[in-house]
């Protein structure tokens, strides 16, 4: 499936962040977009209400953003690409549709442009304090997929991927950007569009009547259909059978919500995306996403050239989370840095996966503020020595 040409604005554009993400949801296809004003993610919704009206798009400012993310997933069985847009306070009040996205497999994208908190916190400021909200901010056993960018292009490139990956896998994907990556312009690239490839939604083409809504006929994923075909569709957050219909037991329960989990668990390979660079024989290898990262490639490159051996590793995915990753890294780096705007929270899964066979150490700070180049490299120099 190919991005629609009339509504792709292709060539070289000097945008932010948050513009870029805009852009990069239009060339995948998304037609509906439910928000409230947040900052610093409301630029987001600004360039896709301006958008919007020429390609044939619509964008509603909701009451709030609770109201936002159950209006946008009534826009996906509607039939179309939909997502919400909003940060922290926001993202919390959403929670319980996240888990409502990923009970009734609804194929959507919830944009993070994360500030720092808690509570109102500071709104003008960035952080990556949302990384385990996103994981597990909602109740119960289910799996999310979340991708951090680092620049403009990346927004654009992967807003792209996120709304691919949710229709592939029919579940929820957070994109979690922050305010540094959302509020910086750069140069966005951004291709025609019959060079803009879309995974298109797994669509039923059985008959009303042959059709179950969650019954697996091929793979691990349901096939889908919308309101006004004429199939018998329930959708219920009640743990449910193949016709969508609740069945409140402990046997559906094993069944429906390992496959929940395993859809996302058994294509980790597939879902993770990363870069890596002189990881083997390094002394240290320093862990990073989002713009963290891009104060890293900087630092790593500055110790590199005092001859330390220093391997450098920027997630993109940041769930599922890649335990093999993090095992090849034990095998080939004496230490693991793990560097994050906050105080602690994906260090966690690295020493997790690690399994106490490297020191595992965190170079964090609250949020407010990008950790500066300085401190990476007197990290870097304070485990190696």
């Not at 056993?141 to 807003?159: K, M």
């Not at 298109?200 to 091929?218: A, H, Q, S, V």
């Not at 840095?337 to 170079?363: F, S, T, Y």
Request: proline share 6%.
């Amino acid at each position: 499936m190919k991005a629609d040409p009339k509504a792709v604005d292709t060539g070289i554009h000097f945008i932010d962040g948050n513009e870029a993400c805009a852009e990069g949801a239009i060339a995948a296809g998304c037609r509906f977009v439910s928000g409230y004003p947040i900052t610093p993610s409301t630029e987001i919704v600004e360039h896709l209400a301006k958008r919007f009206p020429k390609i044939g798009g619509l964008f509603i400012q909701m009451e709030d953003e609770i109201a936002s993310s159950i209006a946008f997933q009534g826009a996906i069985w509607g039939g179309q690409k939909s997502m919400s847009v909003s940060s922290g306070p926001g993202i919390s009040l959403q929670m319980e549709h996240v888990g409502l996205a990923a009970m009734t497999e609804t194929p959507c994208v919830f944009v993070n442009v994360q500030r720092g908190g808690p509570s109102t916190g500071l709104p003008t400021l960035p952080a990556q304090q949302d990384v385990m909200q996103a994981r597990w901010g909602s109740h119960g056993d289910y799996e999310v997929i979340a991708l951090a960018p680092n620049s403009p292009q990346e927004c654009f490139n992967r807003i792209i991927t996120a709304f691919d990956y949710s229709e592939k896998y029919r579940a929820p994907v957070f994109f979690l950007m922050d305010e540094c990556v959302g509020h910086m312009l750069g140069k966005v690239k951004i291709p025609p569009a019959d060079q803009i490839e879309l995974v298109e939604r797994k669509m039923t083409t059985r008959k009303p009547g042959e059709y179950l809504p969650y019954r697996i006929y091929d793979g691990d994923v349901p096939e889908m259909t919308r309101a006004g075909l004429g199939h018998n569709v329930h959708i219920t957050g009640l743990t449910h059978d193949e016709r969508g219909y609740p069945a409140m037991n402990a046997e559906t329960q094993d069944v429906l919500v390992r496959r929940l989990c395993n859809k996302i668990l058994h294509h980790v390979d597939e879902i993770s995306i990363y870069d890596a660079s002189q990881v083997e024989g390094s002394d240290v290898t320093v862990i990073s996403y989002g713009m963290t990262a891009r104060v890293a490639a900087y630092a790593v490159e500055t110790a590199r050239g005092q001859g330390i051996k220093v391997g450098n590793v920027r997630l993109v995915t940041l769930w599922p989370f890649n335990d093999k990753l993090i095992r090849d890294i034990v095998d080939n780096s004496k230490a693991i840095i793990v560097a994050e705007m906050n105080l602690g929270q994906m260090v966690h899964e690295v020493e997790r996966a690690a399994r106490d066979k490297v020191p595992v150490h965190l170079l964090g700070n609250a949020g407010g503020a990008i950790i500066p180049p300085e401190a990476f490299i007197a990290k870097i120099k304070e485990v190696v020595s």
